[in-house]
């Protein structure tokens, strides 16, 4: 299942057309991420601090489908959807609220690997890969 995170967009986002501007989809992919950790039970700032664990990202992609505006509600979803030792796949889904339903934005994904502080690759530490599989087999 998806952890769900909502947004407004703010003027500042927006580009010179009154649209996201393009890049700002990534920040709330980021966003959707950190939230997902935080729903685990975890602080991704803390996993770098206490573990040594960061996960930079070495892949993106992203695929619009509709314009977001300024003061737009967003939720943006996010769920893993592989796991190995040291590399998370997430997918993202952005949609904007609407009364008559929510209507889909962009589908994005990151691909992330795991290193310590001098950007060594190592394996995800064991507490939080057990907790991110556990979200791929409710799904």
Known sequence: MPIRTTLRVRYAETDQMGVVYYANYFVWCEIGRVEFFRQLGYD????????????????SHCRYRAPARYDDEV???TRVTAVRSSLIKFAYRILRL???GDQLLAEAET???TVNKSMQRRSLPE?????IRATIEQA
């Open 44 to 59: 991704y700032k803390q996993m770098e601090i206490d573990d040594d664990c960061h996960l930079p990202v070495v892949e």
């Open 75 to 77: 939720v943006i979803e």
């Open 98 to 100: 609407n009364l008559d």
């Open 111 to 113: 691909v992330h690997v």
């Open 127 to 131: 507490k939080y890969l057990l907790a």
